[in-house]
């Protein structure tokens, strides 16, 4: 399986202000995705990051509030801008596993973002 | 657009007992349908899967039971431990979609 670091692992914020959460990979990996849980709650899917292209994005979500970028086959960033306390959440990057696997997930440890 | 329900949100099992959480999806394209299991402040994992073209697998304790007809798959635990005890999620779509969760507290 892949090894996936997330940095930072949480950070407090201020309200108005952006902050870019990194995601890296241990391998190249075909598929990478941004997800958003808030307390309690399922996992959402912002986006699948697309390396070389712009980002897909889901329903609710926009490029202009949450920009991704993915230079490469195992890095992306999400960038949460214009921070308000609703944003307040964990972010979960996730990699699709490349070969016979390509369905099956892992998933970042995560950043806990707190927005005053 | 792809519906998914998942059933209990909550499961209370004494230990040495049977937990069973239900998933029900409404695309007929699925393929593959695993869970997975997050504990408190941790990250999801997979724990086991299945593939359409089969009905039933088994890991040790747990197994997971698919039934394409009737659009839904479910997660059986056996001999539940107090270490079961987390949040299980669904994911039956290709397109990584995941259900509502279960909350499964197993007491000692």
């Known amino acids: 399986s892949a090894v996936i670091s997330q940095k930072p692992s949480r950070d407090i914020c201020q309200r108005g202000t952006s902050l870019t959460i990194q995601c890296q990979v241990d391998?190249?990996?075909?598929?990478m995705f941004w997800y958003r849980q808030q307390p309690g709650q399922s996992l959402t899917l912002i986006a699948t990051a697309n390396q070389g292209s712009e980002a897909t994005y889901e329903s609710g979500f926009v490029i202009d509030k949450f920009p991704i970028s993915r230079p490469n086959l195992t890095f992306s960033t999400l960038t949460v801008s214009n921070m308000s306390p609703e944003d307040s959440s964990i972010y979960l990057c996730?990699?699709?596993?490349?070969?016979?696997?390509?369905?099956?997930?892992?998933f970042g440890p995560g950043t806990r973002l707190t927005v005053l | 657009g792809e519906n998914v329900e998942q059933h209990p949100s909550t499961l209370s099992v004494q230990e040495g007992d049977s937990a069973v959480i239900k998933c029900t999806y409404s695309?007929?394209?699925?393929?593959?349908f695993p869970w997975y299991k997050q504990e408190l402040g941790k990250r999801p994992q997979l724990i086991i899967d299945?593939?359409?073209?089969?009905g039933e697998k088994k890991d040790q304790r747990i197994a997971v039971t698919l039934n394409k007809t009737a659009k839904h798959f479910s997660l059986h635990i056996t001999e539940t431990q107090p270490e079961d005890s987390a949040v299980y999620f669904c994911a039956p779509f290709n397109k990584f979609y995941f259900g509502s969760g279960t909350k499964l507290n197993v007491k000692p």
């Open positions: 391998s190249q990996v075909t598929m």
């Open positions: 695309d007929s394209a699925s393929n593959y």
């Open positions: 299945i593939r359409s073209n089969v």
């Open positions: 996730s990699v699709g596993q490349t070969g016979a696997r390509t369905d099956t997930q892992y």
